[in-house]
């Protein structure tokens, strides 16, 4: 294990900070406008030390629980529910002008912040759509199953209250409009994007874009972006503490400090932590920059090393 730092590292640094969807809304909690905006408010102000120390911070966000309350309402209204593509974007725009307003509370007028809504190119032929497993939306009994399942030929997955909608999720490729994120970041703008991983397109035969029923894992994009754009950090932040080894167990660990190496030793869930652990092992063999995953108000501590888990370049 690599020993802890006990300091914030005093240069300033460029940080993508992929905020999630959990961290954003409660898992017990109802999508309400209000406990949303509180939620924002706590999330802008664990973020300010990162800006008070002058630290660069380029915002992405998960969308999950957002997207599948508007699946849901869809549902329950029996009205036609918009193609997850659409979701996303609508998603992307809410969450992004509510986060960005409640930056501009917590840091001030000081940077310019700017919200995008960030298309990402992924592979039509991915394994990922001919096997579906990321799931969203409402939990249906056996008998509402069948009748959804009769309404939308939905994928549909057994969890431990019932059953869910699954969904492609394939890997990010390209994200569109890099050059224009890069110009605002080196200009000095606060950039919100990503959100929910991006809006999933691909390109056919002719070069045209199109939308497509998927989601992308927000952390995996989030790491395409920070290696694009070269970052120290990629900090992914949600509402679990640190990366423990032998989770589930009675000899589980947090783990605080590892090397990409060391990650070969243990087994992280793909519906879980899996996703986060791939995003920061790329992001950390390509850069040699430093990752962290760890709970939302803990952002600044996971830097320091008091918080949280680092997975860091040998």
């Given at each position: 294990m690599l020993p802890p730092r006990s300091t914030l590292e005093s240069r300033k640094m460029r940080i993508v900070v992929a905020l999630g969807g959990n961290a954003l809304l409660r898992r017990d909690e109802s999508p309400t406008a209000e406990n949303q905006?509180?939620?924002?408010?706590?999330?802008?102000e664990a973020l300010?030390?990162?800006f008070a120390a002058g630290h660069q911070i380029i915002l992405t966000h998960g969308n999950g629980p957002q997207v599948g309350h508007l699946a849901a309402r869809a549902e329950r209204w029996q009205e036609e529910p918009a193609p997850l593509d659409v979701l996303d974007a609508e998603t992307a725009g809410m969450i992004g002008y509510g986060l960005a307003q409640s930056l501009r509370n917590a840091?001030?007028?000081?940077?310019?912040?700017?919200t995008l809504l960030s298309e990402v190119v992924v592979d039509g032929h991915d394994p990922a759509f001919e096997h579906p497993a990321k799931p969203i939306g409402q939990i249906y009994s056996d008998t509402e199953m069948t009748a959804v399942t009769a309404r939308h030929a939905w994928v549909m997955a057994r969890e431990s209250k019932g059953w869910r909608r699954v969904v492609p999720s394939p890997m990010p490729i390209e994200i569109l409009g890099l050059g224009g994120i890069r110009l605002l970041v080196e200009h000095g703008c606060v950039v919100i994007c990503l959100g929910g991983g991006g809006i999933?397109?691909?390109r056919d035969s002719n070069g045209r874009m199109r939308g497509v029923e998927a989601v992308i894992d927000k952390d995996l994009a989030s790491s395409l972006l920070a290696r694009e754009l070269n970052a120290d950090w990629l900090l992914m932040l949600t509402d679990v503490d640190a990366v423990y080894a032998d989770w589930g167990t009675k000899?589980?660990?947090?783990?605080?400090?590892?090397?990409v190496p060391e990650l070969a030793n243990h087994r992280f869930e793909a519906g879980s932590m899996g996703p986060k652990i791939a995003a920061a092992e790329a992001f950390v063999l390509?850069?040699?920059?430093?990752?962290?995953?760890?709970?939302?108000q803990d952002a600044s501590l996971i830097i320091e090393g008091h918080a949280g888990s680092r997975i860091l370049p040998t």
């Open positions: 905006s509180r939620n924002l408010a706590l999330a802008t300010a030390p990162l840091i001030g007028a000081t940077s310019e912040i700017v999933p397109v691909i000899q589980a660990s947090a783990i605080r400090n590892i090397s390509t850069t040699r920059g430093k990752a962290g995953i760890g709970r939302l």
